[in-house]
């Protein structure tokens, strides 16, 4: 059986096409924006940039260890605790 | 039992942090899970059963002391309440003072968005109840930030995305500032979609000046909350509402030499604000003094049906009576106070600022009652844990906002990347997120507040993020070294969960023999 390797870390361009699919498979539109223009409120270089760097942070939150038996975000109490005490008037 | 009672004990010291660690769970869990916190119901309320018991606001001034009326808009809120409710003050010339002001200098200050006019502002007044004891806030000049909803004003979040946007209803906390009598004298400009100074929408062309610097753009009002910190500092109104997720309140409370309160996460309810972070956002109170935000958080504090994240907590303790000092004598505190130093918290690279600092601290020590224990050890893997990713809430806001999107990505100007980075985060990276904040909070409050009571800090991050009450208020003047402008320069102070008692204890002893919340900015040239 063949040892799986760890794949190549994706290049600024895969990632660019990895973005701006996401986004158009939201029916989200960036081409409106201006390709570079530091003047700019926003343009795409930036805005991908941005995105780049927030999906290559994955691997930071993945190689974090956590006890997952005393940090889990789980829903106890259940969500029902909101309702355990009346709101003034009620 | 209440604070005078003998044994009282602050809320911080009675609240379980196993309670309230499992609380914050739960909450990251529900916003996780989407549909948990949209599932609460609805339920229309009257005014009177949003509003708790009214503040009990003693005399702002000695018996036999000297009251100042010549202009009420240099008082205090418990100066213009005490005066008001003597009869030696007219809520209508309250009133008309502000509304002065505000006709005359909001073109330079650029405080307000949207304002009700003179006469509908008088008509509000006149159609309060006549009991001062149901309108205690009457006459009060009050401005909300821009992202809470208001009916009768625009509420656009400083944004294109919801210019022209008026909501068919109105904030909680907004509802219960009008319940108790108080006025809204406008809506606060604020940074892009809770994000920056305020600037003309869809532009990084900066609008609201910070009151100190009314004359050179270039000093920031700090942001978000930039509008109403600008009005409160002006003179435009007498305190107010901002909301932070990233240091929005205590950022220009602190540029503007305000005192502020940002509360324990669900102290206040986020029902009509615009979210951002439905794990982080938290309304804040800003004032003049620590009373002032006591009487405010009085007000706002409390359990709304429209905001799960808000039941179920202990109920609000007298906040007015705690940042109420004892009279006469060396100052002190009311309850035993540990006060802990950041790390690095004199080696800021502006000496004056060292230097204020070490004064601040210095009076502290010399207030009854507090003990400084030095400089503290941050918790196990602090920079890993408040840094990006963990750190972060990339996941939050953009659920709320994917129509917006798809209408026109534009309109998000500066702060497209906040809101489209949500659709690229991960569901493990964000789980992963919500579990360290988990940790991050256990560790701050077990290792950080083992050390301390209240935390001298330079980073409210953290703090914003595991939903701990902060204050920020000021200590001095400084030059600014860019515009030459006079400016405030202010601390802020971190506490344990519901440790707003504690927080508005330390401040009202230390305002109670300093007068830098007293310093007003001069009006434009």
């Given at each position: 059986m063949q040892v799986p390797t760890p794949p190549a870390p994706p290049s600024d361009e895969e990632l660019n096409a990895y973005i701006r699919t996401r986004y158009a498979l939201l029916g989200i539109d960036i081409s409106v924006l201006p390709e570079s223009d530091p003047e700019a409120p926003m343009d795409q270089a930036r805005l991908l940039e941005n995105a780049r760097s927030i999906l290559r942070q994955d691997v930071v939150a993945a190689d974090f260890e956590i006890d997952p038996q005393h940090h889990l975000p789980v829903p106890h109490p259940a969500p029902f605790s909101a309702w355990t005490r009346p709101a003034p008037g009620s | 039992m209440t604070i005078g009672s003998p044994g009282y004990r602050p809320q911080d010291e009675r609240v379980s942090r196993r309670w309230f660690l499992r609380r914050m769970a739960w909450v990251s869990a529900a916003a996780g899970a989407g549909g948990v916190l949209a599932g609460v119901p609805r339920q229309v309320r009257g005014r009177a059963d949003l509003l708790g018991p009214p503040p009990r606001v003693p005399d702002a001034w000695l018996a036999g002391a000297p009251r100042q009326v010549e202009d009420p808009t240099t008082l205090t809120m418990s100066e213009s309440m005490t005066l008001t409710r003597s009869g030696e003050l007219d809520p209508a010339d309250l009133v008309r003072a502000y509304v002065d002001r505000i006709e005359a200098l909001d073109g330079v200050y650029q405080a307000y968005a949207d304002r009700p006019g003179r006469d509908a502002l008088i008509a509000e007044l006149d159609a309060l109840p006549a009991d001062e004891r149901r309108s205690p806030l009457r006459g009060m000049c009050l401005v909300a930030k821009d992202n809470f909803y208001t009916s009768d004003l625009l509420t656009e979040g400083g944004s294109l995305v919801f210019e022209n946007f008026r909501p068919d209803y109105e904030a909680t906390a907004v509802t219960r500032m009008r319940a108790a009598g108080g006025l809204i004298a406008g809506k606060g400009q604020m940074g892009n979609l809770a994000g920056g100074r305020a600037r003309r929408y869809g532009t990084l062309i900066p609008t609201t000046r910070n009151a100190w610097s009314p004359d050179d753009e270039r000093?920031?009002?700090?942001?978000?909350?930039?509008?109403?910190?600008?009005?409160?500092?002006?003179?435009?109104?007498?305190?107010?509402?901002?909301?932070?997720?990233?240091?929005?309140?205590?950022?220009?409370?602190?540029?503007?030499?305000?005192?502020?309160?940002?509360?324990?996460?669900?102290?206040?309810?986020?029902?009509?604000?615009?979210?951002?972070?439905?794990?982080?956002?938290?309304?804040?109170?800003?004032?003049?003094?620590?009373?002032?935000?006591?009487?405010?958080?009085?007000?706002?504090?409390?359990?709304?049906?429209?905001?799960?994240?808000?039941?179920?907590?202990?109920?609000?303790?007298?906040?007015?009576?705690?940042?109420?000092?004892?009279?006469?004598?060396?100052?002190?505190?009311?309850?035993?106070?540990?006060?802990?130093?950041?790390?690095?918290?004199?080696?800021?690279?502006?000496?004056?600022?060292?230097?204020?600092?070490?004064?601040?601290?210095?009076?502290?020590?010399?207030?009854?009652?507090?003990?400084?224990?030095?400089?503290l050890s941050l918790p196990d893997q602090w920079e890993e844990l408040t840094a990006e990713p963990l750190g972060g809430s990339h996941g939050d806001p953009t659920a709320f906002f994917i129509e917006h999107l798809r209408r026109d990505v534009r309109n998000f100007a500066d702060r497209l990347p906040r809101f489209l980075n949500g659709m690229l985060q991960s569901a493990d990276t964000y789980v992963r997120v919500q579990q360290a904040r988990n940790l991050l909070l256990d560790r701050i409050v077990s290792q950080l507040f083992g050390q301390c009571d209240v935390a001298l800090t330079t980073a409210t991050g953290p703090f914003d993020g595991t939903g701990l009450p902060l204050m920020c208020m000021p200590i001095g003047l400084d030059d600014d070294p860019e515009t030459g402008s006079r400016v405030p320069r202010g601390v802020v102070m971190a506490a344990r969960p519901f440790g707003e008692e504690r927080l508005l204890d330390v401040a009202a002893a230390y305002q109670a023999v300093t007068g830098f919340h007293r310093m007003r900015p001069d009006d434009p040239a």
């Amino acid at each position: 059986m063949q040892v799986p390797t760890p794949p190549a870390p994706p290049s600024d361009e895969e990632l660019n096409a990895y973005i701006r699919t996401r986004y158009a498979l939201l029916g989200i539109d960036i081409s409106v924006l201006p390709e570079s223009d530091p003047e700019a409120p926003m343009d795409q270089a930036r805005l991908l940039e941005n995105a780049r760097s927030i999906l290559r942070q994955d691997v930071v939150a993945a190689d974090f260890e956590i006890d997952p038996q005393h940090h889990l975000p789980v829903p106890h109490p259940a969500p029902f605790s909101a309702w355990t005490r009346p709101a003034p008037g009620s | 039992m209440t604070i005078g009672s003998p044994g009282y004990r602050p809320q911080d010291e009675r609240v379980s942090r196993r309670w309230f660690l499992r609380r914050m769970a739960w909450v990251s869990a529900a916003a996780g899970a989407g549909g948990v916190l949209a599932g609460v119901p609805r339920q229309v309320r009257g005014r009177a059963d949003l509003l708790g018991p009214p503040p009990r606001v003693p005399d702002a001034w000695l018996a036999g002391a000297p009251r100042q009326v010549e202009d009420p808009t240099t008082l205090t809120m418990s100066e213009s309440m005490t005066l008001t409710r003597s009869g030696e003050l007219d809520p209508a010339d309250l009133v008309r003072a502000y509304v002065d002001r505000i006709e005359a200098l909001d073109g330079v200050y650029q405080a307000y968005a949207d304002r009700p006019g003179r006469d509908a502002l008088i008509a509000e007044l006149d159609a309060l109840p006549a009991d001062e004891r149901r309108s205690p806030l009457r006459g009060m000049c009050l401005v909300a930030k821009d992202n809470f909803y208001t009916s009768d004003l625009l509420t656009e979040g400083g944004s294109l995305v919801f210019e022209n946007f008026r909501p068919d209803y109105e904030a909680t906390a907004v509802t219960r500032m009008r319940a108790a009598g108080g006025l809204i004298a406008g809506k606060g400009q604020m940074g892009n979609l809770a994000g920056g100074r305020a600037r003309r929408y869809g532009t990084l062309i900066p609008t609201t000046r910070n009151a100190w610097s009314p004359d050179d753009e270039r000093y920031s009002p700090g942001g978000s909350s930039s509008g109403s910190a600008t009005a409160v500092a002006a003179r435009l109104a007498v305190a107010g509402l901002g909301t932070q997720t990233g240091g929005s309140v205590t950022g220009p409370g602190n540029a503007q030499g305000l005192t502020c309160v940002k509360p324990t996460f669900g102290r206040v309810s986020l029902y009509g604000v615009i979210p951002l972070s439905y794990t982080r956002d938290h309304v804040g109170v800003m004032a003049r003094d620590a009373r002032d935000a006591a009487i405010l958080l009085q007000v706002v504090a409390g359990p709304d049906p429209n905001d799960p994240r808000t039941l179920g907590l202990p109920d609000p303790p007298d906040y007015v009576r705690a940042a109420t000092p004892f009279p006469g004598g060396r100052p002190r505190v009311r309850w035993s106070t540990r006060v802990g130093i950041w790390p690095g918290y004199f080696a800021d690279e502006n000496e004056r600022v060292n230097e204020l600092r070490r004064a601040f601290v210095g009076q502290l020590e010399s207030n009854g009652g507090v003990e400084i224990v030095g400089e503290l050890s941050l918790p196990d893997q602090w920079e890993e844990l408040t840094a990006e990713p963990l750190g972060g809430s990339h996941g939050d806001p953009t659920a709320f906002f994917i129509e917006h999107l798809r209408r026109d990505v534009r309109n998000f100007a500066d702060r497209l990347p906040r809101f489209l980075n949500g659709m690229l985060q991960s569901a493990d990276t964000y789980v992963r997120v919500q579990q360290a904040r988990n940790l991050l909070l256990d560790r701050i409050v077990s290792q950080l507040f083992g050390q301390c009571d209240v935390a001298l800090t330079t980073a409210t991050g953290p703090f914003d993020g595991t939903g701990l009450p902060l204050m920020c208020m000021p200590i001095g003047l400084d030059d600014d070294p860019e515009t030459g402008s006079r400016v405030p320069r202010g601390v802020v102070m971190a506490a344990r969960p519901f440790g707003e008692e504690r927080l508005l204890d330390v401040a009202a002893a230390y305002q109670a023999v300093t007068g830098f919340h007293r310093m007003r900015p001069d009006d434009p040239a």
